[in-house]
């Protein structure tokens, strides 16, 4: 059997979906998802979730928390990364207004990518992504690995083009596919505990 890595970038997912009438599918099921586009002699070996809590809206933090506690429960590695504060200037109104950006995921996916790699974890590797920032981390492995195979799963409307040039395959990611696999609005955790789909994500 061919073991397959996955690697997902939940920050560029998150804003694929937020930002479009795909968001009543945040409640996504990874290990349903990945394991329809396996191929006949495919396993899945680690399904790794890179993403990072928005600390400064407790509402967000909470509904993420039940989704990555879910996640835990199909097996999903949690990787999480930090928002950093980023002065940000309008050039309409020139004034400076305080933001947040996202960082470490890219990094954290590169290592783990190539940790992966040279420690044999897996023969293919799925990233679900559309970064242009994974391109050498790419291309490296390509290049030290000739025979790992790298495809990329590409968010709805997102092109990621410079990643599908360095990969040996891509796939859509489209709503039927959001659709069809989404975790069960309930989970009964191994620890007795009851996980519910968050209100607002319906």
Not at 76 to 100: E, L, S
Not at 139 to 147: H, R, T, V, Y
Request: charged share 25%; hydrophobic share 40%; net charge positive.
């Amino acid at each position: 059997m061919d073991k397959v890595s996955i690697f997902i970038d939940g920050f560029n997912l998150y804003h694929a979906i937020n930002k479009n009438h795909l968001k009543k599918y945040k409640w996504l099921n990874f290990y349903s998802l990945f394991n329809h586009f396996l191929r006949g002699t495919e396993i899945i070996e680690n399904i790794y979730f890179f993403t990072a809590l928005a600390y400064w809206n407790q509402g967000k933090v909470k509904r993420h928390s039940i989704y990555i506690k879910a996640l835990m429960e199909y097996n999903v590695k949690i990787v999480k990364g930090a928002f950093r504060k980023k002065d940000k200037y309008c050039a309409i109104c020139k004034n400076r207004t305080k933001t947040h950006e996202e960082k470490e995921t890219d990094v954290n996916m590169a290592i783990y990518l190539l940790r992966g790699a040279f420690l044999n974890e897996y023969e293919n590797a799925m990233i679900l992504s559309a970064d242009s920032d994974l391109v050498p981390v790419v291309k490296e492995i390509k290049n030290l690995f000739p025979d790992k195979e790298i495809c990329i799963i590409i968010p709805p409307f997102r092109k990621a083009e410079l990643l599908k040039k360095c990969a040996n395959r891509t796939i859509k990611l489209k709503e039927n596919h959001l659709k069809q696999h989404q975790l069960p609005l309930s989970i009964n955790c191994k620890n007795g505990d009851v996980i519910t789909k968050p209100i607002e994500w319906s």
